[in-house]
């Protein structure tokens, strides 16, 4: 009798739980990317796109230390005026904040549809752990960085990316063709969306549904581009591919025998997967907040857990100290040196912070010289922002507030 209640106690519990989380009318794949819908989707992307797992295991389970005391809400400075954490977060529709210093936990909020056990898309910031990725396997020499992507991948080798070293490519300066506008429908980043079957509607009408091991195949190059940083999504899908090559082994699988296990991930992560079977390393990640902040921890403890290196020291090292772009010399903050690394934006302030990076404001800061990590899920309306004082540079006055509240 007692077993029974207990399992109805479960079953009411579960119920209760899907009755305040219903699906919300009108998403569908061509909505789901977009405000004001993403804010469900993004927590439930497993409900809405085909998904791989990348497998945790419960035996490696690093827990991280202060959950328990961990502020929830706390006054910041922000715009010369203090305001609550919760409605900055408000304000720029962020989902969730988790800020680690000095390896504990001193920060921890939720809002929208975002709790501690659900996962939410990464975008971008796959990116960051496909080139955690590609170190592991390097280390093992299962990779040589001044090999090209033909050398690996023949269906590439007349593609834009096939003459490229994969050095070149790990720093988006390769010499495809891709164009990254996603405010253009027709362009390469948009039509890699329709190719994938993961957008639908009046914007991919022109376009077929054949996955990622065709359309790569077929984007061109342009000469002119060669040893030059432009953001290109599709250069880390090739790498993914590159490393699949290499190893015999699928995407995600990797990503969870190399990172998420010995990272001591608390749940499993999940990556979407075209109609092919393309796993999209460029952006289609799903994990938890707890988890993204120790994939920042990771990079911050120069890629050792406990007493095992799982990403090369030297490789951490490298993307933390280099000296920044000069062609971005236009575009830098007063006093910075900014560039891009392995998958990873330097903010060259002279005090080695980085971050991972996700449109929709997805954000991992890591601060070697304050010892801080800080994660962040967001659902901005669309890819830059999409509402009046939503954005890039307004979510990372949120988390220096942060970092100097806690510092």
């Not at 253009?184 to 994938?196: F, M, N």
């Not at 891009?340 to 601060?367: L, N, P």
Request: charged letters at 20%.
């Amino acid at each position: 009798m007692k077993n029974l209640v207990t399992f109805g106690l479960m079953v009411m519990i579960a119920f209760s739980a899907s009755a305040q989380d219903p699906r919300p009318d009108g998403v569908t794949g061509a909505t789901w990317q977009f405000g004001p819908l993403n804010r469900w989707a993004y927590t439930h992307i497993r409900e809405i796109l085909p998904t791989k797992d990348i497998p945790n295991d419960y035996r490696m389970v690093r827990p991280l230390k202060g959950l328990s005391s961990a502020a929830g809400n706390l006054d910041i400075a922000l715009e010369g005026r203090q305001v609550q954490l919760s409605a900055a977060m408000d304000q720029n529709y962020i989902d969730g904040i988790l800020v680690i210093k000095n390896g504990q936990v001193v920060v921890e909020r939720y809002a929208g549809t975002l709790t501690p056990q659900r996962t939410h898309l990464l975008w971008s910031i796959s990116k960051t752990v496909t080139g955690l990725t590609a170190a592991s396997v390097a280390a093992d020499g299962l990779i040589d960085l001044e090999k090209t992507v033909g050398d690996y991948v023949p269906a590439l080798a007349e593609s834009g990316w096939g003459k490229d070293k994969l050095r070149a490519l790990l720093d988006m300066r390769d010499t495809s063709n891709w164009n990254e506008d996603y405010s253009a429908p027709d362009s390469t980043v948009r039509r890699q969306d329709c190719a994938d079957g993961l957008l639908t509607g009046e914007m991919c009408l022109d376009t077929k549904v054949i996955g990622n091991y065709k359309f790569l195949p077929a984007v061109g190059r342009d000469e002119s581009r060669f040893d030059t940083f432009i953001y290109k999504s599709g250069t880390t899908d090739v790498i993914a591919w590159v490393l699949e090559a290499a190893t015999g082994k699928r995407f995600a699988d990797l990503v969870s025998e190399r990172i998420w296990k010995p990272m001591g991930a608390e749940r499993s992560a999940a990556i979407t997967v075209d109609v092919s079977g393309f796993t999209l390393a460029s952006g289609g990640m799903v994990a938890t907040l707890r988890d993204l902040a120790r994939v920042g921890q990771l990079m911050l403890d120069r890629g050792k857990v406990g007493d095992q290196q799982i990403v090369p020291a030297n490789w951490l090292d490298d993307i933390f100290n280099q000296p920044g772009d000069p062609s971005w010399s236009s575009l830098r903050p007063e006093g910075t040196a900014p560039y891009y690394r392995s998958f990873v934006w330097g903010v060259g302030d002279g005090k080695g912070t980085v971050q991972a990076r996700g449109v929709h404001g997805q954000i991992i800061d890591v601060s070697p010289s304050t010892g801080t990590v800080v994660a962040v899920f967001s659902s901005w309306p669309d890819a830059s922002g999409g509402a009046p004082g939503v954005g890039g540079a307004e979510t990372d006055a949120v988390i220096q507030a942060l970092k100097a509240a806690v510092n």
